[in-house]
C-alpha cells in the first residue's frame, strides 16, 4: 500500500506537467486500431480536488456521425463499487473496439457511438486510471462522495470540451452504478436550480441489472435453484436460516454470523469454482492457444445446444486479452493514462460498504417525478442481481407513482429475434402518452449485459435515446 501512494504521489507531478498540455486533449490513436475509423477519440484526466491531488480518468469518443454534434453525449459508469469503466465499458463491451489477440483491435459492430458521443468514466479514485495524491481519499469514499466527485467532474468536463454544453445528456451504467446514476442524476437537476448557471440537459436514465434495494435486488439463491444450480435443500436453508438480506447486511457491518457463513459455503460448494457467477451460460477461457480456445469454441457452435449458448455470447478469452492490452506501455501512453498496474477492479480504494444498504427507490422515484426517463434492462442469464427482482421495483414504482401501462408486457425484437421481453409505462402530457418507465430483460444477458447480448441491448440504447417503445411483432 505504501508503495502504491508513493507512485501515486510521483505520478500526480508527472500529471501537474502533462495537465498543462492538455488545454485541448489531443485526438487519440490507440495502438493496433483499424486504420480508416472516422470519429475522433479523447482521454486523460480531470481534476476534482486540486488541494487532494485528485483526478478521474476519463475516454470520449465521438459519434460515429457525419455530425457528431447533431448526437447526445452519453456519460458511462460501471458499478463494483471500484470497477472501471474503461476496461468493462470501452473494451469489454460497447466501446468501438476491441482486442481481437495480443496486438490488434477489432471494430465493435455493436458499438453505442454508432446512437450517441460516449464518456466513460473510472471512477471512484483507485479505480482503473484514476487517482489521488492523499492517501486518506482511498479510505473515506462512500455513496456520496463519489457523487460530489461526478458531479464535479462533469462539470470541469464541460468546461473543456464546451462544445457540449448544449448537448442532450444520458446518464448510463450498470451493477453498482444503480447507486452511482441517480444519485449523480439528483445532484444534476439541484445543479439545475441554481441562478446564473447554464442548465444540463439531463433526458434519461438507463441502468442495467441495478442495485437498488439491497432487501429486494438481491435474491440469487432462488435465481441458481431455478437454473438448477443449487438443490432444493440448500434453497431451504438460505431462506429459512439465513437469506440472502440478512448475509449481506451482516457483511456490510462486518459480523458475518457462522450459520449464515455456512449457508453460503454450501450454496458456493454446490455451484462450483468453474462457473462464472455473472452469466451462468459463460464458458471458461481454457489455458490453450489461440487457435485451440477458437476450435473448441467452433465445435460447441456445431452442437444444436452450443448454436443456442454461444449466439452473441461473450469471448470467454476477451477479459485477459483486456487486461494485457490495457498494461501495455505503449496502450498507456496513447491513453495519456499515467502508468500503473491497471485491473479491472482491484485497487487501493477501500469504499465504504456501509452505502451498499442505502436505498435507491426514493431517489429514482423523485427522478421520474421530475419528468426524467427511467429504462430498468436485465440479462436474464445474470444471477448476481436476477431480473425477477428489478421487475418487481419497476412494477412498484409504477403503481406507486400512477403511471399507466402504455404496453403489455410480452416480447420485443431486435433484428425479428425475440431479444427479451419488457413493459413500458407512462402518463399523457400535452395529450401524448409520454414514457416514463421501461422494464426489458434481455435473452442471454449475463451481468454485463452488452458483453453477451450486443446486437440487444443497442437495440435497447437506441430506443432509450428515442423515448420510444422497444419494437413489438408485427400484427398480421
Given at each position: 500500500?505504501?508503495?502504491?501512494?508513493?507512485?501515486?504521489?510521483?505520478?500526480?507531478?508527472?500529471?501537474?506537467?502533462?495537465?498543462?498540455s492538455?488545454?485541448?486533449?489531443?485526438?487519440?490513436?490507440?495502438?493496433?486500431?483499424?486504420?480508416?475509423?472516422?470519429?475522433?477519440?479523447?482521454?486523460?484526466?480531470?481534476?476534482?480536488?486540486?488541494?487532494?491531488?485528485?483526478?478521474?480518468?476519463?475516454?470520449?469518443?465521438?459519434?460515429?456521425?457525419?455530425?457528431?454534434?447533431s448526437?447526445?453525449?452519453?456519460?458511462?459508469?460501471?458499478?463494483?463499487?471500484?470497477?472501471s469503466?474503461v476496461?468493462?465499458?470501452?473494451?469489454?463491451?460497447?466501446?468501438?473496439?476491441?482486442?481481437?489477440?495480443?496486438?490488434?483491435?477489432?471494430?465493435?459492430k455493436?458499438?453505442?457511438?454508432?446512437?450517441?458521443?460516449?464518456?466513460?468514466?473510472?471512477?471512484?479514485?483507485?479505480?482503473?486510471?484514476?487517482?489521488?495524491?492523499?492517501?486518506?481519499?482511498?479510505?473515506?469514499y462512500?455513496?456520496?462522495?463519489?457523487?460530489?466527485?461526478?458531479?464535479?467532474?462533469?462539470?470541469?468536463?464541460?468546461?473543456?470540451?464546451?462544445?457540449?454544453?448544449?448537448?442532450?445528456?444520458?446518464?448510463?451504467?450498470?451493477?453498482?452504478?444503480?447507486h452511482?446514476?441517480?444519485?449523480?442524476?439528483?445532484?444534476?437537476?439541484?445543479?439545475?436550480?441554481?441562478?446564473?448557471?447554464?442548465?444540463?440537459?439531463?433526458?434519461?436514465?438507463a441502468?442495467?441489472?441495478?442495485?437498488?434495494?439491497?432487501?429486494?435486488?438481491?435474491?440469487?439463491?432462488?435465481?441458481?435453484?431455478?437454473?438448477?444450480?443449487?438443490s432444493?435443500?440448500?434453497?431451504?436453508?438460505?431462506?429459512?436460516?439465513?437469506?440472502?438480506?440478512?448475509?449481506?447486511?451482516?457483511?456490510?457491518?462486518?459480523?458475518?454470523?457462522?450459520?449464515?457463513?455456512?449457508?453460503?459455503?454450501?450454496?458456493?460448494?454446490?455451484?462450483g469454482?468453474?462457473?462464472?457467477?455473472?452469466?451462468?451460460?459463460?464458458?471458461?477461457?481454457l489455458?490453450?492457444?489461440?487457435?485451440?480456445?477458437?476450435?473448441?469454441?467452433?465445435?460447441?457452435?456445431?452442437?444444436?445446444?452450443?448454436?443456442?449458448?454461444?449466439?452473441?455470447?461473450?469471448?470467454?478469452?476477451?477479459?485477459?486479452?483486456?487486461?494485457?492490452?490495457?498494461?501495455?506501455?505503449?496502450?498507456?501512453?496513447?491513453l495519456?493514462?499515467?502508468?500503473?498496474?491497471?485491473?479491472?477492479?482491484?485497487?487501493?480504494?477501500?469504499?465504504?460498504?456501509?452505502?451498499?444498504?442505502?436505498?435507491?427507490?426514493p431517489?429514482?422515484?423523485?427522478?421520474?417525478?421530475?419528468?426524467?426517463?427511467?429504462?430498468?434492462?436485465?440479462?436474464?442469464?445474470?444471477?448476481?442481481?436476477?431480473?425477477?427482482?428489478?421487475?418487481?421495483?419497476?412494477?412498484?414504482?409504477?403503481?406507486?407513482?400512477?403511471?399507466?401501462?402504455?404496453?403489455?408486457?410480452?416480447?420485443?425484437?431486435?433484428?425479428?429475434?425475440?431479444?427479451?421481453?419488457?413493459?413500458?409505462?407512462?402518463k399523457?402530457?400535452?395529450?401524448?402518452?409520454?414514457?416514463?418507465?421501461?422494464?426489458?430483460?434481455v435473452?442471454?444477458?449475463?451481468?454485463?449485459?452488452?458483453?453477451?447480448?450486443?446486437?440487444?441491448?443497442?437495440?435497447?440504447?437506441?430506443?432509450?435515446?428515442?423515448?420510444s417503445?422497444?419494437?413489438?411483432?408485427?400484427?398480421?
Amino acid at each position: 500500500m505504501a508503495s502504491r501512494i508513493l507512485s501515486i504521489v510521483i505520478s500526480f507531478i508527472y500529471f501537474s506537467f502533462l495537465a498543462k498540455s492538455f488545454a485541448k486533449p489531443p485526438v487519440t490513436t490507440l495502438p493496433g486500431q483499424p486504420t480508416h475509423v472516422s470519429f475522433k477519440q479523447y482521454s486523460g484526466y480531470i481534476v476534482t480536488d486540486a488541494a487532494h491531488g485528485r483526478a478521474l480518468f476519463y475516454y470520449l469518443v465521438e459519434a460515429d456521425s457525419a455530425h457528431p454534434l447533431s448526437r447526445p453525449l452519453t456519460l458511462w459508469l460501471n458499478g463494483g463499487p471500484g470497477c472501471s469503466s474503461v476496461g468493462f465499458g470501452v473494451l469489454m463491451e460497447h466501446g468501438p473496439f476491441q482486442p481481437k489477440d495480443n496486438r490488434l483491435l477489432a471494430k465493435n459492430k455493436y458499438s453505442w457511438n454508432l446512437e450517441s458521443n460516449m464518456l466513460y468514466v473510472d471512477s471512484p479514485i483507485g479505480v482503473g486510471f484514476s487517482y489521488s495524491n492523499t492517501s486518506s481519499d482511498y479510505t473515506s469514499y462512500n455513496d456520496t462522495t463519489t457523487a460530489e466527485d461526478n458531479l464535479k467532474f462533469l462539470l470541469n468536463w464541460l468546461e473543456k470540451f464546451p462544445k457540449y454544453k448544449n448537448s442532450d445528456l444520458y446518464l448510463a451504467g450498470e451493477s453498482y452504478a444503480g447507486h452511482f446514476i441517480p444519485q449523480l442524476a439528483s445532484l444534476l437537476l439541484e445543479y439545475n436550480k441554481k441562478p446564473n448557471i447554464r442548465p444540463i440537459k439531463l433526458k434519461g436514465v438507463a441502468l442495467g441489472n441495478p442495485l437498488l434495494d439491497l432487501d429486494i435486488s438481491i435474491a440469487f439463491a432462488e435465481n441458481l435453484w431455478s437454473h438448477g444450480a443449487i438443490s432444493d435443500e440448500t434453497l431451504m436453508l438460505e431462506k429459512t436460516v439465513c437469506k440472502i438480506s440478512r448475509y449481506f447486511k451482516e457483511f456490510v457491518h462486518n459480523n458475518l454470523s457462522k450459520e449464515c457463513s455456512d449457508v453460503f459455503d454450501r450454496i458456493n460448494k454446490e455451484v462450483g469454482d468453474e462457473l462464472d457467477r455473472n452469466d451462468l451460460l459463460s464458458l471458461q477461457c481454457l489455458p490453450s492457444t489461440e487457435a485451440e480456445q477458437f476450435r473448441a469454441a467452433k465445435a460447441i457452435m456445431h452442437s444444436n445446444i452450443g448454436a443456442v449458448l454461444l449466439r452473441g455470447a461473450g469471448d470467454p478469452c476477451l477479459p485477459d486479452r483486456i487486461l494485457a492490452y490495457l498494461n501495455k506501455p505503449v496502450v498507456q501512453k496513447a491513453l495519456h493514462a499515467v502508468p500503473t498496474n491497471w485491473s479491472f477492479c482491484a485497487g487501493p480504494l477501500q469504499y465504504q460498504m456501509e452505502s451498499l444498504a442505502t436505498n435507491m427507490i426514493p431517489i429514482i422515484s423523485d427522478l421520474l417525478k421530475s419528468d426524467i426517463p427511467i429504462m430498468f434492462y436485465s440479462g436474464d442469464q445474470d444471477t448476481k442481481i436476477p431480473l425477477t427482482q428489478t421487475r418487481i421495483i419497476a412494477n412498484a414504482m409504477a403503481k406507486s407513482l400512477k403511471l399507466v401501462p402504455l404496453t403489455s408486457y410480452g416480447p420485443w425484437y431486435d433484428n425479428k429475434q425475440v431479444g427479451g421481453w419488457a413493459q413500458s409505462f407512462g402518463k399523457q402530457r400535452e395529450g401524448k402518452n409520454v414514457t416514463y418507465l421501461t422494464f426489458a430483460t434481455v435473452r442471454g444477458g449475463s451481468h454485463e449485459v452488452p458483453y453477451t447480448s450486443p446486437s440487444q441491448t443497442l437495440t435497447l440504447f437506441r430506443v432509450f435515446l428515442s423515448g420510444s417503445l422497444l419494437p413489438a411483432p408485427k400484427v398480421s
